[in-house]
């Protein structure tokens, strides 16, 4: 190793760690403004053109606030919660490629800044440990709250995590690798998995929902029952990082979505233009956002048991089914390439199946 | 490289030795995580990535936050107060010794105890390799499935047990 190497990761992990932070302040923002839209409001126009200037003033808030320990909590397990909610947040956007390789000088730079052959496996590796630093939050406070809250996030994380983990199968199966700069590769030409495996795609992004502790899964957290759930007792700047977490979550898993189902960086002129990955990926990711903050400023909350119920009997069953419908269709594909067309033929009406027998269920039992 | 074993060796068995200690179960819970962390860390040195992910996978991302996770919902003291040793210690410590002992005495014999592993070329694919070996009939197949059924065996009695429909 020299140090030219060396000055290259560090400085690629510089870029990614601020991306994700300037990322973070402007994720509020955008959020704020669009739930105002969406609610017929304006939202945080006041500081600065656009209200663009409001993260900050939200950040220098939440420096000077003071800084509350219940007196009854579990310190060293108070104090570590919410690093080691934060950590896992930006560790996991390691191994996602931003872009095709490109040349500087004589060097070949690639655009992510650990390009592993089990990428996969490490994003489903770190999407499990995320959970710690929530349940050890709530646990560690002293509060029924928060306890609660805690509970609920392990027990829907642990759920959902084998739904998601089914879901990554899915793409590998379709990149044939685990390498997420191979599956990317594998979607060129337009030949993005969401068109070949859209209800495989649709499962991660309500997986990964669920992982985040996003509307409409934000059980951990919900107002009504829980006060603020696992971060009732956080004040000030541990409060932030709970806050942080969250957000980098949310741009880190619809990149995770971007790269294995939209293609990734791929898009026009990239090969040409190398450092069009980024901007491609940017575009998806803010999209993906969009559909995101959407689904919170319309959709009220699943009530707790029918979460837990919906993990265990529709998606994880449909997930199984989606992943042998698409090594099934793979096998076929190869007597005849048309036949990989029947992966979404099928898949959808298994789709449809499930939605049916949800709808069937929610009738029978008249639920209130 | 022997240096960097040698500290994560030193982190593994202190965390080991703390989480059998430690008076707190949180605390030790923490400990264990922490070992399985530096077993990982060990895996990866060896050019086993794809064992060094599922260990985080299985062990620390399944295993242990299960251990939390009943920890959180037993009582709230969590500090033992009874000797942590009984009067057997010595015969515990004897044979963790011998086991320890034969262990070493086997590995000494063999020859592959003192070579460096060579270097994998850089087209090896060992996942797929791994996959290949689990379901070839000539080398993994039977014990890979007794697992699984064994797994689905749990599984099913658990959820029978669980269930309250008679």
């Known amino acids: ?368 | 490289m022997t240096i960097l074993f040698l500290i994560i060796a030193i982190v593994i068995l202190a965390s080991a030795v703390m989480v059998v200690t430690t008076r707190n179960l949180v605390h030790a819970a923490l400990w264990l995580i922490v070992s399985l962390f530096g077993v990982a860390v060990l895996f990866a040195m060896l050019n086993a990535g794809f064992l060094a992910v599922v260990q985080v996978v299985v062990y620390i991302g399944a295993i242990a936050i299960l251990f939390i996770f009943a920890v959180m919902l037993t009582r709230r003291e969590m500090r033992g107060h009874g000797k942590p040793l009984n009067n057997n210690w010595w015969i515990s410590a004897l044979l963790s010794l011998l086991t320890f002992g034969g262990l070493a005495m086997l590995l000494s014999n063999w020859d592959g105890f003192s070579q460096t592993p060579a270097d994998f070329p850089s087209d090896f694919d060992g996942v797929a390799e791994l996959g290949n070996a689990l379901i070839d009939p000539n080398q993994f197949v039977l014990p890979f499935e007794v697992a699984s059924i064994l797994l689905v065996a749990a599984l099913v009695g658990a959820v029978y047990i669980a269930s309250n429909r008679k």
Request: hydrophobic share 60%; net charge positive; proline share 5%.
């Open chain 1, 1 to 368: 190793m020299d140090w030219t190497l060396w000055l290259e990761l560090v400085i690629k992990a510089l870029v990614l760690i601020f991306a994700l932070l300037g990322g973070f302040a402007y994720l509020t923002w955008y959020e704020r403004r669009l739930l105002a839209r969406f609610q017929s409001r304006l939202g945080p126009n006041r500081a600065g053109p656009f209200g663009l200037l409001q993260p900050i003033a939200d950040a220098v808030k939440l420096i000077f606030k003071e800084e509350l320990t219940p007196a009854k909590a579990y310190k060293l397990v108070f104090f570590l919660a919410p690093i080691m909610t934060l950590v896992p947040s930006v560790i996991i956007a390691a191994v996602i490629p931003w872009g095709p390789p490109f040349q500087l000088g004589d060097r070949i730079v690639t655009q992510s800044i650990a390009d592993i052959n089990v990428g996969v496996l490490f994003l489903m590796s770190i999407a499990s440990i995320a959970v710690y630093g929530i349940v050890l939050a709530g646990w560690s406070s002293n509060n029924k709250y928060a306890m609660l809250g805690g509970l609920r996030s392990a027990a829907q994380m642990i759920s959902y995590e084998l739904t998601l983990g089914l879901a990554f199968v899915v793409a590998i199966l379709l990149g044939n690798s685990m390498n997420l700069t191979d599956i990317v590769e594998a979607q060129r030409d337009g030949r993005w998995f969401v068109l070949v495996q859209p209800v495989g795609a649709l499962i991660l992004w309500i997986a990964t929902l669920a992982e985040v502790n996003r509307h409409p899964f934000d059980m951990p957290e919900a107002e009504q029952e829980l006060t603020a759930g696992y971060h009732t007792e956080y004040s000030g700047m541990k409060f932030a990082l709970f806050f942080m977490a969250e957000y980098q979550k949310m741009i880190v898993v619809s990149a995770i979505l971007a790269t294995l189902f939209f293609g990734g960086y791929l898009g026009p002129w990239v090969d040409r233009w190398p450092l069009l990955g980024p901007v491609y990926m940017f575009l998806k990711i803010v999209i993906l956002l969009f559909i995101m903050i959407w689904v919170r400023a319309t959709w009220p909350r699943i009530r707790y048991d029918r979460l837990m119920a919906f993990g265990w009997k529709v998606l994880l069953p449909l997930a199984l089914a989606v992943v042998m419908i698409t090594a099934v269709g793979i096998l076929l594909a190869e007597i005849n390439p048309w036949m990989i067309w029947l992966i979404p033929i099928f898949s959808l009406i298994a789709g449809a199946f499930a939605s049916l027998m949800i709808d069937r269920s929610l009738r029978r039992k008249a639920y209130a």
